[in-house]
């Protein structure tokens, strides 16, 4: 039998709020299609924006979620960040 390739996709984009709503339903879809396809997600670590639904989008349908983010950066938006991997 035929082992499937199984990859850590990064994806770095963008953590505002401010984008387009077909942006943000693509960024959901395509989460969710990463988790279908039995790849774990590795990103950026908001939970706004583009990034947030793509991590959305990948928990939703079962996926592993990694978030990483510079140490320096959890001071006052320590709230908007996940702090731990999630599968």
Known sequence: AEQELMAKVVVFCSSKD???PA????ARLFGKALAEAGHELVYGGAKLGAMGLVADGCLSAGGKVTGIFAKKD???K???CLQASQA
């Open 18 to 20: 401010s984008i387009a």
């Open 23 to 26: 942006i943000k339903e693509e």
């Open 74 to 76: 959890l001071g006052p």
């Open 78 to 80: 320590a709230d908007c």
